[in-house]
């Protein structure tokens, strides 16, 4: 709270006042929460560019200045040296992991990670060509049924504790058979002794007559895109988990409704249509020139995917590390990807472009992320949930942030009605 500082609004000739609140990292909101009561005013905000959803601790990240902190250690640092279990600890309780609680907490999700015998029954009920983010959205619903007993305490510690574990590996497990049900592929149980990201290719990738093994470069480009996908303070998604929770409905209901949100092309769907457009301008043999006028052009409905930011004014973070590991991943796999190629010129004529300049648009997370997907052999409809696998700890941050909130309370925003007035049926 900012000490007894307040701003005043005039509103039908009469002052209010309401107190500011600043952040630790200098950040002022002015806290409305009497507004309507006082005054009979709400706010309007569509897209709630201009509105705070709440306090947090977790992630801070600065848009005019392209920073982006996971509880104060900068992105850059956390991808270079950490594992991605050591970031999902620190998201979800605040402080890096000692040795033994990593360890411990490593074990627990590698024996977390079975799936019950009946969930795969679920797939069949799916049509073979659903998109993948579609069966882990409902396969995360479903998982409510197999773990009953998170809510049933009121949340003990113990009881978090326990979900995290739990999510962290089912949901890994999950997303593996995903893939596998989408390829006509039989599932591969989790090996409880590989690490997290080893784990996560073997169920993936092996074969019942061929193990599958994950090669240092492909290891080290997966750590580092989930640890760079794990959290972004309060986007779409989260907000999604955060809404859901709040009605103290189910936690896997909540992740199921933030994967929901995610799915969107303009939220983490992007990363898949990003490649898609680099196929389309590949084979179209015009030249990416003909794209970043149609993204110009107000009356078409096309976009330059894996540009833009509702909170960057500048280069997305994640998007600078991406963009070194990219080249670093295909010079380590003897590849080349003529689509990096078109990406990479997309990205120069666009910064020198007055239209992405004046609107201070530049590369998000999405628009390099998929060239190493790609070369890591993940198909492109597998994009979204991979990202998804990343947000998970995020999303179990801030849903426990929330309900631990001494401000808890429902989410229910108001609106302006602008329908008809009264009017009589007869
Ligand atoms: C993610 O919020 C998060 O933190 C999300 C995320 C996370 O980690 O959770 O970072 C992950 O979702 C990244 C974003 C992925 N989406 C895309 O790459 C889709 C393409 N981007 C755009 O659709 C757009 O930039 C958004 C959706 C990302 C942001 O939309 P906003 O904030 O509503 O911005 P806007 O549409 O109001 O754009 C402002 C102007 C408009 O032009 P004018 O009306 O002012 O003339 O910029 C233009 C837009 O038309 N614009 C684009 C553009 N993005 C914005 N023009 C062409 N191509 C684009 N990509």
Redesign the pocket.
């Known amino acids: 709270m900012c000490k007894n500082k307040k701003v005043r609004v005039t509103i039908d000739s009469r002052d209010f006042d309401f107190p500011v609140i600043e952040g630790s990292e200098k950040e002022k909101g002015i806290d409305i929460s009497s507004l309507r009561s006082e005054t009979g005013y709400v706010t309007l905000d569509v897209?709630y560019?201009n509105t705070g959803s709440t306090q947090s601790s977790i992630t801070f990240?600065d848009g005019e200045k392209g920073v982006l902190r996971y509880r104060g250690y900068p992105i850059e640092q956390l991808a270079e040296k950490a594992t991605f279990l050591e970031v999902a600890w620190l998201l979800f309780y605040g402080e890096m992991p000692t040795d033994s609680e990593i360890e411990s907490f490593s074990q627990k999700v590698a024996l977390g990670g079975d799936l019950h015998k009946d969930i795969s029954n679920l797939f069949g009920g799916f049509a073979q060509d659903s998109h993948p983010m579609a069966i882990f959205s409902a396969g995360t619903m479903a998982l409510s049924g197999y773990h009953p007993d998170f809510l049933k305490n009121g949340l003990s510690k113990e009881d978090k504790d326990r979900l995290f574990v739990c999510v962290m590996g089912q949901m890994a497990t999950l997303a593996a058979n995903i893939f596998r049900f989408k390829y006509g592929k039989a599932p591969i149980n989790p090996d409880k002794s590989k690490s997290y990201e080893q784990n996560f290719l073997h169920m993936m990738f092996s074969e019942d007559d061929k193990e599958y093994r994950s090669s240092k470069s492909v290891l080290e480009a997966l750590r580092v895109l989930l640890i760079l996908?794990a959290?972004?303070?309060?986007?779409?998604?989260?907000s999604a988990v955060r809404l859901i929770g709040s009605s103290l409905s189910n936690c896997f209901a909540s992740l199921s409704g933030g994967i929901a949100a995610?799915w969107?092309?303009?939220?983490?769907?992007?990363?898949q249509?990003?490649i898609e457009m680099l196929e389309m301008i590949q084979n179209d043999g015009c030249g990416y020139k003909k794209y970043i006028e149609k993204?110009?052009d107000?009356k078409d409905p096309?976009?330059?995917?894996?540009?833009?930011?509702?909170?960057?004014r500048k280069l997305?973070p994640?998007a600078n590390v991406i963009r070194a590991k990219c080249d670093a991943l295909l010079e380590q796999l003897g590849k080349k990807d003529p689509l990096l190629d078109i990406a990479k010129e997309l990205e120069r004529t666009a910064l020198e472009d007055e239209?992405?300049i004046e609107?201070k648009?530049y590369p998000?997370?999405?628009?390099y992320s998929g060239i190493m997907y790609r070369a890591m052999g993940i198909p492109v409809e597998m994009f979204t949930v991979l990202?998804s696998l990343g947000?998970i700890p995020g999303w179990l941050a801030h849903w426990k942030e929330m309900v631990e909130s001494s401000s808890f309370r429902i989410s229910r925003p108001r609106q302006i009605y602008t329908g008809h007035t009264e009017r009589n049926l007869f």
């Open positions: 897209g560019a990240l996908h959290d972004h303070e309060q986007n779409c998604s989260t995610l969107g092309v303009l939220h983490g769907g992007a990363n249509k990003m993204a110009k107000k096309f976009r330059l995917m894996g540009f833009g930011h509702r909170v960057y997305d994640r239209y992405f609107r648009l998000n997370v999405d628009f990202f947000r």
